[in-house]
């Protein structure tokens, strides 16, 4: 079973360009035909978040159009750059997304279970969990006991040592989200989106980690005081493979079209 994992494909009106430089429909144009090409398809799609820039209705519309393309379910999360009605509405026919309150849910993926959190904050680019919402997680991870378990969310709940990052991070609920998986083996993973970087991490006995941007990247410079900067560098998506034998592997792949695949070895032994 395959669920691939995008984020933060920052999506603005048609021929609107991201911070005036970057193309991020074309990028998400990209992302997708990579996911098409995997050899082995993708059986779900998450998006962990930043869907669009400004939250508009047209933003919206313009990403279901970019999404059109793929052939299997996509789960949307919102992220600080996201309006949560003008999400629920462009994508009313996604009937896990519940019609009022936090945009959680939890969805069934044959052999994996997939909860969704939402750490959005209106107005805000922090991100928080509040009490609410982890009884929600409580009680839905106590349903499944049994059931490999994918817990998605925006902000991470760990520090990244981006300063400018962490600062606008999961400013609440982060300790006790991490005792709360603690007390459940289930959870595989915690994914997340928003640093547009590939970062894992231990957190309550099991893996964190982000997944980097369809388009721009945040620069790696792990002093506190550094600049708030993006860099043009390679986009991925991560790839979750699970299988009964092995359980839950991730993979980071890089979008865009190389040379090969060649052979290491022809009919004689190793190529010299």
């Given at each position: 079973?395959?669920?691939?994992?995008?984020?933060d494909?920052?999506?603005?009106?048609?021929?609107?360009?991201?911070?005036?430089?970057?193309?991020?429909?074309?990028?998400?144009?990209?992302t997708?035909?990579?996911?098409?090409?995997?050899?082995?398809p993708?059986?779900?799609v998450?998006?962990?978040?930043?869907?669009?820039?400004f939250?508009?209705?047209?933003?919206?519309?313009?990403?279901?159009?970019?999404?059109?393309?793929?052939?299997?379910?996509?789960?949307?999360?919102?992220?600080?750059?996201?309006?949560?009605?003008?999400?629920?509405?462009?994508?009313?026919?996604?009937?896990y997304?519940?019609?009022?309150?936090?945009l959680?849910?939890?969805?069934d993926l044959?052999?994996?279970?997939?909860?969704?959190?939402?750490?959005?904050?209106?107005?805000?680019?922090?991100?928080?969990?509040?009490?609410?919402q982890?009884?929600?997680?409580?009680?839905?991870?106590?349903?499944?006991?049994?059931?490999?378990?994918?817990?998605?969310?925006?902000?991470?709940?760990?520090?990244?040592?981006?300063?400018?990052?962490?600062?606008?991070?999961?400013?609440?609920?982060?300790?006790?989200l991490?005792?709360?998986?603690?007390?459940?083996?289930?959870?595989?993973?915690?994914?997340?989106?928003?640093?547009?970087?590939?970062?894992?991490?231990?957190?309550?006995?099991?893996?964190?980690?982000?997944?980097?941007g369809?388009?721009?990247?945040?620069?790696?410079?792990?002093?506190?005081?550094?600049?708030?900067?993006?860099?043009?560098?390679?986009?991925?998506?991560?790839?979750?493979?699970?299988?009964?034998?092995?359980?839950?592997?991730?993979?980071?792949?890089?979008?865009?079209?190389?040379?090969?695949?060649?052979?290491?070895?022809?009919?004689?032994?190793?190529?010299?």
């Amino acid at each position: 079973m395959i669920l691939v994992q995008i984020s933060d494909p920052h999506i603005r009106q048609p021929g609107k360009l991201a911070y005036g430089q970057v193309d991020t429909a074309a990028a998400l144009q990209r992302t997708v035909a990579a996911i098409q090409r995997l050899p082995q398809p993708a059986n779900a799609v998450v998006i962990t978040g930043d869907l669009v820039d400004f939250g508009r209705p047209e933003e919206y519309a313009h990403l279901r159009r970019l999404l059109a393309p793929l052939s299997v379910p996509v789960y949307l999360l919102a992220g600080n750059h996201d309006e949560p009605m003008a999400l629920r509405a462009a994508f009313a026919d996604h009937a896990y997304l519940p019609p009022t309150g936090p945009l959680h849910y939890a969805v069934d993926l044959g052999p994996l279970r997939l909860i969704a959190l939402d750490s959005h904050q209106p107005g805000c680019s922090h991100g928080a969990l509040d009490a609410a919402q982890l009884t929600w997680l409580e009680q839905t991870l106590a349903d499944a006991p049994e059931v490999p378990t994918v817990i998605a969310l925006h902000h991470p709940p760990f520090e990244t040592l981006i300063g400018h990052m962490d600062r606008i991070g999961l400013r609440e609920g982060a300790a006790a989200l991490e005792a709360l998986v603690r007390r459940h083996p289930q959870v595989e993973r915690v994914i997340c989106g928003h640093l547009h970087r590939a970062i894992e991490r231990r957190f309550g006995g099991t893996l964190a980690a982000t997944c980097p941007g369809t388009s721009h990247q945040v620069c790696l410079d792990l002093a506190p005081q550094a600049a708030s900067c993006f860099a043009l560098e390679p986009p991925a998506f991560r790839v979750h493979a699970w299988t009964a034998h092995s359980g839950l592997v991730t993979h980071l792949m890089p979008v865009g079209e190389f040379a090969g695949p060649f052979p290491f070895h022809d009919a004689h032994g190793l190529i010299d």
